[in-house]
C-alpha cells in the first residue's frame, strides 16, 4: 500500500513548462511501475507516461518529446517535466503506483 499526493500544477502560457512532482509515503524502490495519467471532464483518465521498475518509459504519443518521466528513489518522488505545453494539455494530472494506487490530482492549465 501507498499513499501518493502530487504538486506543481498550476497556470502557464502555451510553450511553457511545468514539473510535476508525486510524493509517496514510502520507498518506491519496490514499485515496478508508477505513470502519469491525466483526465478531462467528460473524458476517460488516460495515459501520459510510466517508467518500470528497469527504468524503461513509455509516453502517449501525444507527450512525446516534450514530456519526460523520472523518479528520485531517495526523495520517494516521480516527476514529470513537461515542455511545450499546449492548450490540450489542460488536464487533471494523476500519479498512479501499479495503477491501483492514485494522488488525488493537480490542475494544469495551459491558456494565454
Known amino acids: 500500500q501507498v499513499q501518493l499526493v502530487e504538486s506543481g500544477g498550476g497556470l502557464v502560457q502555451p510553450g511553457g513548462s511545468l514539473r510535476l512532482s508525486c510524493a509517496a509515503s514510502?520507498?518506491?524502490?519496490?514499485?515496478?511501475?508508477m505513470g502519469w495519467y491525466r483526465q478531462t471532464p467528460g473524458k476517460e483518465r488516460e495515459l501520459v507516461a510510466t517508467?518500470?521498475?528497469?527504468?524503461?518509459?513509455n509516453y502517449a504519443d501525444s507527450v512525446k518529446g516534450r514530456f519526460t518521466i523520472s523518479r528520485d528513489y531517495a526523495k520517494k518522488t516521480l516527476y514529470l517535466q513537461m515542455n511545450s505545453l499546449k492548450p490540450e494539455d489542460t488536464a487533471v494530472y494523476y500519479c498512479?503506483?501499479?495503477?491501483?494506487?492514485w494522488g488525488p490530482g493537480t490542475q494544469v492549465t495551459v491558456s494565454s
Open positions: 498512479s503506483a501499479w495503477e491501483n494506487y
Open positions: 517508467i518500470t521498475f528497469g527504468g524503461r518509459t
Open positions: 514510502r520507498s518506491i524502490v519496490s514499485i515496478n511501475v
